[in-house]
């Protein structure tokens, strides 16, 4: 990274989680409480409990199959929990879905890409502003006024999004025809035009070489510091979740063993025998 990115203090909070200084005067933008779902006989995710700063940067990470895409469906409602609350902003989301949860400020990505590849760059930034004030059907019929003045602002907020990528001569350009790691900035500037308070990124980093993987952990640092929002992504990489989390949340079999900072968790056993297994007795 150009420039080092200074991690703040982490500070706990009564629920026993930990979140930047800076935001441990606000309403954290996620809690789970015993958070857990069952398919089945398989227990899948088992009392999950965190709680995450408004502006904080955060990992949740584990070994394949652990339950961290899991927990991505119940907190946009693709699954609702067997058990346990999911509080977004302080309000419970009990019986809410996708759909709610999304006007409710969550967005995400997906570990496989889904754009609509055979539409322009630019047209599926403008999907992602579904929940923003739409224009009227009549306006749209007849054109009216209103629908153009709709359009104009749409574009606008569109090359705006891709400008943080510097996409925006890739506008027109289908999203099918654009190289991998371009798909994934898109899919990234897509969930930002719904305009989130918590932005959640499922394997962000997959199929990026060096370099974009790079330049990724800059950008990550930049949506938080311009949006002012929340970011929690899974991720394998883990040159990127210790250079860019403050707070990270480790799965194993769909239970957390192991809450702290990138130092405590990367010196924490219980989390390297998760990853490597238990060192055979001599």
Not at 24 to 48: M, N, S, W
Not at 79 to 87: A, C, E, N
Not at 89 to 114: L, Y
Not at 218 to 236: G, P, S
Request: proline content about 5%; glycine content about 8%; hydrophobic content about 40%.
């Amino acid at each position: 990274m150009s420039k080092k990115f200074e991690k703040p203090k982490m500070v706990p909070l009564p629920s026993h989680s930990i979140v930047p200084e800076r935001d441990k005067d606000k309403t954290p933008i996620l809690e789970c409480q015993h958070l857990g779902i069952d398919f089945g006989g398989l227990r899948a995710v088992y009392d999950l409990n965190l709680a995450m700063g408004r502006t904080e940067i955060a990992g949740l990470i584990g070994p394949n199959g652990a339950g961290k895409t899991t927990v991505f469906n119940l907190l946009t409602k693709v699954y609702q929990p067997t058990r346990g609350t999911i509080l977004i902003d302080g309000v419970d989301t009990a019986g809410k879905t996708t759909a709610q949860i999304s006007r409710m400020g969550v967005a995400r990505t997906f570990q496989n890409i889904r754009l609509f590849n055979n539409m322009s760059v630019e047209d599926n930034v403008k999907v992602g502003l579904h929940n923003q004030e739409p224009y009227s059907m009549l306006s749209g019929i007849f054109r009216l006024p209103s629908y153009w003045k709709r359009e104009k602002e749409a574009h606008e907020k569109a090359m705006d999004l891709l400008g943080i990528f510097h996409m925006q001569d890739l506008a027109d350009a289908k999203a099918g025809s654009l190289p991998y790691g371009a798909q994934r900035r898109l899919e990234i500037i897509r969930a930002l035009a719904t305009n989130p308070s918590l932005l959640l990124l499922d394997e962000p980093a997959a199929g990026m070489n060096p370099s974009e993987t790079a330049e990724l952990m800059e950008n990550i640092i930049k949506i938080r510091d311009t949006f002012q929002i929340a970011i929690l992504l899974i991720e394998h990489d883990m040159n990127l979740v210790m250079g860019v989390c403050e707070g990270i949340c480790v799965l194993n079999f769909g239970e957390i063993i192991a809450k702290g900072t990138a130092e405590e968790i990367q010196s924490n056993p219980v989390v390297i025998e998760a990853y490597l297994g238990k060192k055979k007795e001599a």
